[in-house]
């Protein structure tokens, strides 16, 4: 029997770590064994859970120095169970700070460790190789330009692919999936649809939200058949964007409850925030434009933090500017506005950023789950 500790702190990681451990079962049955802590994915998948997720979950600066104790001591517990059980390895799904805290305890009592997901070395202190180096043996990466950065480190540092880039076709954002989304959403077919996705934070919606709308407006008023299409996560975001679409009467949008999916397959053109959803924008092929912005303080500390010229996934991957980036000041209304038309402009079916982005698509479709699964079992104990 094989014992595997494993850890994810947030639904994306519970998400990752749910394929893979689906993965390794395909390949073991029943002779390995999921301990740790993990979500509802994870717990589908037979995990024995020490602790419940929303433990760990937590929020802003403040909330976590409250709950600064409480952390502890899960921290405190998780290393002294995977010890006494004698764990075969541990993988921690993100969640970096707890996780290399964990590994770098675990790897010292002889536990084989993996940590699934590079930070963001490429974009912050690339110091940060080394304090991964104490706390991991294997790094499962999830883009093909991270294991340079390990080169000269002892991490095995291994490109795996996106699970995203695997679970969404090649084909779905096609005509056939685009009309499809739109008869799910209830919005006409033949006009234009601009998906807004300002955020999944509360802080965040807070600072966009009004730039991205007035930026919805004025692309609406030159293209007066435009239907805006916004996901909501959840309720509490739903209220604050109905709230800001007060000042905003005359703009034909449809809300709805769930992921950005359905929003980005009904589109003809995105205003999205950096993040993950770039990258998912960018797996159904639409073009978009990408903006962020901080709080004065933060974004003064950030900008001189950032050693990358891009912030946006697609971007980062290309090497160059491949779609348009209006972060902070620079991403007003009227700005965010032009740089929509010129994408939507520039988005026929046959356009070198489609090509480019189903070329990006195919490199990150690799089969992660298979790969990562196969990369814990060389790390266990012969």
Request: hydrophobic share 45%; net charge positive; with cysteine.
């Amino acid at each position: 029997m094989v014992t595997v500790g494993i850890l994810a702190g947030e639904p994306s990681g519970d998400n990752l770590a749910a394929g893979l451990m689906r993965e390794m079962r395909t390949r073991l049955g029943d002779e390995v064994r999921f301990v740790g802590v993990g979500g509802p994915r994870m717990l589908a998948e037979g995990l024995d859970s020490l602790a419940p997720m929303d433990q760990l979950s937590v929020n802003g600066f403040r909330e976590p120095i409250l709950r600064l104790p409480a952390l502890l001591k899960l921290l405190r517990k998780l290393i002294t169970t995977f010890s006494a059980a004698r764990v075969d390895a541990f993988v921690g799904v993100d969640f970096n700070v707890f996780n290399f805290l964990l590994e770098k305890a675990l790897k010292k009592r002889g536990i084989r460790t993996a940590h699934y997901v590079s930070p963001s070395v490429y974009a912050w202190r690339t110091g940060r190789t080394r304090r991964v180096e104490k706390c991991a043996d294997l790094l499962l990466c999830l883009y093909p330009f991270e294991p340079a950065f390990y080169a000269d480190t002892s991490v095995n540092a291994q490109f795996i692919g996106h699970p995203l880039a695997d679970e969404i076709s090649p084909d779905s954002g096609n005509r056939h999936g685009q009309l499809r989304a739109r008869e799910t959403l209830g919005l006409e077919t033949g006009g234009t649809v601009l998906a807004v996705l300002p955020g999944s934070r509360g802080s965040e919606i807070q600072l966009m939200i009004n730039h991205f709308l007035q930026a919805a407006s004025l692309f609406s008023a030159a293209h007066p058949q435009t239907e805006v299409v916004i996901p909501c996560l959840r309720p509490a975001l739903r209220a604050r964007i109905e709230t800001a679409l007060v000042e905003f009467p005359q703009l034909k949008v449809v809300l709805y409850d769930g992921h950005a999916r359905q929003a980005l397959l009904a589109a003809d053109v995105v205003l999205v925030k950096s993040g993950t959803s770039t990258l998912e924008t960018l797996l159904v092929g639409r073009p978009m434009v990408v903006s962020y912005r901080l709080g004065w303080l933060t974004y003064q500390i950030a900008r001189r933090m950032l050693r990358t010229p891009f912030v946006a996934l697609p971007n980062i991957l290309a090497g160059h500017a491949l779609v348009p980036e209006l972060l902070q000041d620079e991403g007003t209304g009227p700005a965010l506005a032009a740089a929509l038309e010129e994408q939507l402009r520039e988005s026929s079916a046959g356009s070198p950023l489609r090509t480019r982005f189903a070329e990006m698509h195919n490199n990150l479709r690799q089969g992660a789950d298979e790969k990562a699964a196969a990369a814990v079992l060389g790390l266990l104990p012969n």
